[in-house]
């Protein structure tokens, strides 16, 4: 069988799947079934060659086993596989995340900058309006503050005009394309750190959030949240390998819950905690990064006072370049704040994958079973 039939054939296997579930009343992704497919194929206690094509009698198998394990809403193995298809959906490393996130952040301002790239104005209005829009442009690509907030955007005007008069409109619009976008960012980049220098010396900051002061608290507490879900995890780990092992030494054992369910529950919680440590791993190299981008940010904001106050006049190819390196700085600890919000919310949303187990085996159900094991190992 070619590659493409073989394709063919799992696509349908997949269709077939999702139609039978939900003719029994649930609804579900192929996206899912594709995830329970793999890891029925990929159980050994299946009984299916991975080195052989599938027969007819294989692929009836495997969609009777699929439907009925997508159908039991009460089976942890279900929910671990739905927790699995949610990270994999939703969670990636932060490079690529970031890089995906300036990209989108890109693509919905470029209408914005094809209006100003794309100008050809002639009129004093016209040039009025031009600048008006590169304001609003290099506010929404620093996202310090609303381009719809007057006070924002006087205190914007007047870090542009300060590099970039109105009376450069002309030589900006003889550029081509790729030079006027260039300069804009570059422009967007110098009015960013003047705004923030200003801020910093209590003469402006109009809209711009104090980002290192909400960092310093907002990844402690997230912190604190994965090491309280990493905790509560990992005890029930240990308490369902205990009753586990147990159950194994003990002939003919039996209980109120089946060794099966506790066994799938043991595998929900391990697959929840690895997906924290993945998620703590990402934090602390957050709360890293912050620090050394306060550092840099003070180190920075300290030698271009020094270097302001120490002159009476600067050269622009001196100071520019230090507004930049500020701007640069800020939008690390904007990245921090975007990447850490994605982070919260994934971590949010694994918890009701574990509750199933939880909600069955509670304190009450779990205390008499460890009991037991107490008592054998005594």
Partial sequence: MSRAQAESVIKNIIREIAQEC?????????????????????????????D??????????????????????????????????????????????????RRVLESRLQPVVRDITDSRARTRDEFESLYRKMVSCALLKSGLGSPTDISVVREATAALQSVFPQTELGNFLQLNKVDKEKQLRELTQIMTGIRLFNRNAGKGGQGIDDLPAILSEAIP???????????????????????????????????????????????NCRQHEVFL?????????????????????QDKMQFLKETVQSKTAVPTAQVYPLFVDLSVLWLGFQDEMVLLSVLSNILANLDPFTNIHREKMTDDVLEPLLTNVRSEER
């Fill in 277 to 297: 440590r993945i998620l703590m791993n990402d934090v602390v190299i957050s709360a890293e990064k912050v620090a050394l981008y306060e550092r840099g940010f």
């Fill in 22 to 50: 939900a003719g029994r009343g649930n609804a579900v992704s192929e996206t899912l079934v594709a995830f329970m497919v793999k890891a029925v194929v990929l159980d050994p206690d299946n009984g299916f060659n991975v």
């Fill in 52 to 101: 052989r094509s599938l027969t007819k009698d294989d692929v009836q198998k495997l969609i009777d086993m699929c439907v009925e394990k997508l159908v039991d809403t009460e089976s942890p193995s279900l929910e671990t596989i739905k927790m699995q298809v949610y990270f994999d959906m939703n969670y990636t490393t932060r490079e690529e995340f970031l890089e995906e996130h």
């Fill in 221 to 267: 507490a997230t912190k604190q949240n994965l090491d309280v879900e990493l905790q509560r995890t990992t005890q029930l780990v240990f308490k369902y390998t205990a009753i586990i092992e147990k159950a194994a030494s003990v002939v003919g054992y039996r209980d109120e819950i089946p060794v099966e369910f506790i066994k799938q529950a043991q595998i």
